[in-house]
């Protein structure tokens, strides 16, 4: 998708570059959260104490693609995952779009991940 960005009306966040991005509240501390995912089982994309981003998901990815993200954009940090909702837009083109699929992955990973902001 490149740069294109599109925001739903009423959702969080924005379809940015392929991901729904969404603004984290505070500073992250990205080391706890990278060593409580690793102890919940999950593989991560970057070494817990090194790093300014971190990518996880439930199966090992020697390329490190995972689906959800943390990283730092300006002064703020974001949570990132793929969209999971599909619509028809124009021309009869098949577009990403937040909507209720997506809010579910939203509504069990933000909670968890802005608990380690501060």
Avoid: H
């Amino acid at each position: 998708m490149g740069s294109m960005e599109k925001k739903s009306s009423g959702q969080r966040g924005r379809i940015q570059e392929g991901q729904v991005r969404v603004p984290l509240e505070g500073e992250l501390d990205l080391a706890g959260l990278s060593r409580d995912l690793r102890a919940r089982g999950f593989f991560l994309a970057n070494d817990p104490e090194a790093m300014d981003s971190q990518g996880w998901g439930e199966d090992y990815d020697p390329e490190g693609y995972y689906p959800y993200w943390v990283f730092r954009d300006g002064k703020r940090w974001v949570f990132a995952c793929p969209p999971k909702d599909l619509f028809t837009g124009a021309g009869g083109r098949r577009e990403y779009a937040i909507g209720a699929r997506t809010e579910e992955v939203l509504q069990s990973w933000l909670p968890y991940v802005q608990k380690w902001c501060r």
